[in-house]
C-alpha cells in the first residue's frame, strides 16, 4: 500500500555505510542479556514481551549517540524500502530505552515533508505493540501521541483512531473508578443507635 512513498536509496556508498553501522548495532544488541532470554522471544503471531513498562532493560546501554542514530534512521529505513529495521526496532528497543525517549527523540528528528511515513510508522508501532502507549500511567504517552498529531497531521486518519482509542480508554478508565468507589460504599454498613464497637452492643445496620 505505501511502497509508492518508499523510494529506492540514490547511491551504493550510502547505502554501504548505513549497513556498517547498522551492521555494528545488531552486533551490540546480541552481547545484551536481555535479548538472550527465551521468554522475551515472542512466538508466532505474539508481540508482548515481559518487560517493565517504563523501564529499559539492565543489561548493556548502547554507546553514546547510538539511539539517536537509531531513531533518525526510522523515517529513511522507509524511504528506502528497508522491510526489516523498522520491526526489528520496535522488537528490540525495550532492552535499551522506554517508549517516552524513543518517542521524544522521534518527534524531535522526524523529517516533516514526509507525513504518509510518519504515519506508517507510527501507525505500525501502535498495531503491532498497544501496550507501549495504552498501559503508561494516565495515558501520557497515548496523549503525547495525540498531542503530535493534532499539531502536525490533524486530519490524518491516524490522529481520528488515535482519539477514538484514547476516548475509550478514558471512559473505561472513568467507568472502573465509578465502579471501585460503588463497590467501596456499599460494603461498609452503617451503624445506628450503637456505640461505636457493634460487639460491644445490639446494633441494627441502616
Request: overall charge positive.
Amino acid at each position: 500500500v505505501f511502497s509508492c512513498c518508499l523510494p529506492t536509496s540514490s547511491g551504493s556508498g550510502h547505502r554501504k555505510s548505513q549497513i556498517g553501522w547498522l551492521l555494528h548495532f545488531w552486533r551490540h544488541l546480541l552481547k545484551i542479556p536481555c535479548l538472550n532470554r527465551p521468554s522475551l522471544i515472542p512466538s508466532k503471531g505474539e508481540h508482548k514481551s515481559t518487560h517493565v513498562l517504563g523501564e529499559p532493560c539492565s543489561g548493556k546501554i548502547l554507546e553514546p549517540g547510538m539511539l539517536e542514530k537509531l531513531v533518525k534512521n526510522l523515517v529513511p529505513s522507509l524511504q528506502r524500502g528497508d522491510p526489516f529495521f523498522v520491526p526489528a526496532f520496535l522488537y528490540a528497543y525495550r532492552r535499551f530505552s522506554t517508549t517516552k525517549q524513543v518517542l521524544d527523540l522521534f518527534f524531535k528528528s522526524a523529517p516533516h515533508s514526509v507525513p504518509s511515513l510518519i504515519c506508517f510508522f507510527l501507525g505500525m508501532w501502535l498495531d503491532k505493540y498497544p501496550d507501549d502507549f495504552c498501559k503508561s500511567e494516565d495515558l501520557a504517552i497515548l496523549n503525547q501521541l495525540m498531542a503530535y498529531l493534532l499539531v502536525n497531521m490533524p486530519f490524518s486518519e491516524l490522529t481520528v483512531r488515535v482519539h477514538r482509542l484514547l476516548t475509550q480508554l478514558e471512559d473505561l478508565e472513568s467507568t472502573d473508578t465509578q465502579l471501585k468507589h460503588s463497590e467501596e460504599t456499599f460494603s461498609k454498613p452503617t451503624w445506628q443507635n450503637c456505640s461505636q464497637d457493634p460487639i460491644s452492643k445490639p446494633c441494627r445496620a441502616k
